[in-house]
């Protein structure tokens, strides 16, 4: 009877699991309201886990109340509060992005592309900032500016230039169990103590969208160095405030502007629940957060008051429970308190700010920037318009990236022909900003005949390199050659449909201006350019047709 009470019980728990499968699919058909998990936060799981251990759980409660008594303040290197007008913190950040093993190309399902996780970073350093303007601005007496700033490695701990995004393969990507949190991590993991470490992994058991361990419950924790980082649900991972042109960002309809890292990020930083984790009697050490009981879901118009006599709760703090939209609050407490998690208390972060660390992951801002790159958005390709077309408006933007080809955020570009420009570009917007992703939106009148055009962009500070260089832009009216492939490795191949033969003059530039060769030709509708001995670049190359019929330039890029 064994066997057959065992397969019962199987059957049963099959057929409980499908009805609950209804039901959340039932839910979810109600609407975004609905969809609101019971564990937004894993942390407290992690507080079930380590109050499983008798040992470990003494230590956090010593931990916390040594925190609560003052009595480390003499040990602690103390930096300085926002009433104090202090320096800023820059923190050197990875994301380890853990996607599905079928999600081999990137921007693919769980594969999430580098933009979207630069709009996860935009977001959560807007919310950090209190910055004006944005969704992280907010007009609370008590709330401030962390004056924090997290910033993608330049260098992996070998030292190699990196964007600071890795992508591994995952298998359990699409049901990450917390139990197996350091199994994950150790597939992909950088020095704890140098960077901040944050994983994406597709979604995470239980319907938990994100967690991170406070420091001081890894205090005296052996595996201290696998488990301190955060680790995020690709379903949280972004802000509907910054999405990438031309993509679209499949986030959670309630969690969609990228508040699961900035409330993860709070505990990384020694930051509790609003609530304690308890009821009224229980308090999160924050001197200008009222007590409340529990969680609170959703976003009230009118704050409850759950204990009196504390003040209404605070219901758009980043560390409660609250949607991604009515969120927007750190106090000067919980500044204070996140400040001084990077002091001696938890050694292994005390040199995550310093300068030399800095300088090793190199965050600082570093070379010059990538050479601009015009993108038309109306598939007419790479710079090809009519004469005097109006370059601009929705559908071309210049793209400025950085030495990895991140985009840079937040850059001002003055335009302005370059003084070796023949065919008459006229710019429209001579100055304009760059996005999150390095997208800038631009206006130029084209010269009045078939040429090169080119154009200089220049940025607004040396702190980025200075000038980029000289951005080529070319069209022409009715260009005969058709070029392919290009960009090229070895051979470009020329092909002229509309004729049978050909009689030119080649001439090949750099992008300096520099002369790499010059030819002539004449012979049958298809050739093979002498290219091979060509170094990698981008080069410009002017046909002089026979019997001043045309001259037309073409854009080349060899790899």
Not at 28 to 47: K, N, W
Not at 123 to 140: E, S, Y
Not at 219 to 231: H, I, K, L, M
């Amino acid at each position: 009877m064994w066997w057959w009470n065992k397969n019962f019980r199987t059957g049963i728990s099959t057929f409980l699991g499908g009805l609950l499968l209804l039901a959340w699919g039932s839910l979810r058909a109600q609407g975004p309201s609905e969809l609101r998990p019971v564990h937004r936060c894993g942390y407290s799981i992690l507080l079930e886990q380590q109050q499983a251990d008798s040992m470990r759980y003494r230590s956090l409660q010593a931990m916390r109340a040594l925190r609560s008594s003052g009595a480390h303040s003499p040990h602690v290197r103390q930096i300085p509060t926002p009433e104090g007008g202090e320096s800023m913190i820059v923190l050197p950040v990875v994301f380890h992005v853990m996607h599905a093993p079928s999600d081999t190309v990137v921007g693919q399902g769980t594969n999430l592309s580098d933009e979207q996780i630069q709009s996860q970073l935009v977001a959560l350093n807007h919310d950090f900032a209190r910055k004006a303007g944005t969704r992280g601005f907010n007009q609370i007496p008590v709330g401030a500016d962390a004056k924090v700033v997290f910033v993608l490695a330049g260098r992996d701990p070998q030292g190699q230039w990196h964007k600071g995004i890795n992508r591994v393969p995952y298998e359990a990507s699409m049901a990450h169990p917390m139990g197996g949190d350091l199994a994950m991590k150790d597939l992909s993991r950088w020095p704890v103590d140098r960077y901040v470490n944050i994983w994406v992994v597709g979604r995470i058991q239980l319907g938990v969208l994100g967690y991170a361990w406070l420091p001081s419950m890894l205090v005296g924790d052996p595996q201290y160095s696998r488990a301190d980082g955060v680790v995020l649900s690709a379903q949280v991972t972004g802000s509907m405030d910054w999405v990438p042109p031309g993509q679209s960002l499949n986030l959670h309809p309630v969690y969609a502007y990228g508040r699961t890292l900035t409330h993860e990020m709070g505990h990384y930083l020694d930051l509790y629940h609003t609530w304690g984790d308890g009821d009224c009697t229980v308090d999160d050490e924050i001197e200008d957060t009222p007590n409340c009981d529990g969680p609170l879901f959703g976003c009230p118009s009118v704050a409850p008051v759950e204990c009196p006599p504390a003040l209404p709760r605070m219901i758009s703090n980043y560390m409660d429970y609250t949607d991604d939209d009515c969120m927007n609050v750190f106090t000067q407490g919980q500044v204070q308190r996140m400040r001084q998690s990077l002091g001696s208390l938890y050694p292994w972060r005390a040199v995550l700010m310093s300068d030399s660390n800095l300088a090793r992951a190199a965050v600082t801002p570093v070379t010059a920037p990538y050479p601009a790159v015009l993108v038309r958005a109306n598939g007419g390709g790479a710079g090809n318009c009519a004469v005097n077309d109006t370059l601009g408006g929705n559908s071309d933007r210049l793209r400025l990236m950085d030495n990895r080809g991140l985009g840079m955020d937040s850059t001002n570009l003055s335009l302005l022909p370059a003084v070796d420009d023949e065919a008459g570009l006229r710019v429209l917007s001579q100055t304009v900003p760059t996005d999150a992703f390095g997208f800038a939106t631009f206006a130029a009148l084209s010269g009045p005949r078939p040429g090169l055009n080119r154009m200089q962009a220049t940025t607004d500070g040396a702190t980025v390199g200075g000038s980029s260089p000289v951005l080529v832009l070319e069209w022409t009216a009715s260009a005969e050659a058709r070029l392919y492939p290009n960009p090229f490795e070895q051979n470009l191949y020329m092909q002229w449909p509309e004729t049978d033969s050909v009689d030119l003059t080649w001439t090949l530039v750099d992008r300096l201006g520099r002369e790499c060769g010059r030819g002539t030709y004449t012979g049958e509708a298809f050739w093979s350019l002498p290219v091979e001995d060509l170094p990698a670049g981008i080069f410009v190359l002017r046909l002089d047709y026979a019997g001043g019929r045309t001259q037309e330039t073409h854009r080349l890029v060899k790899r």
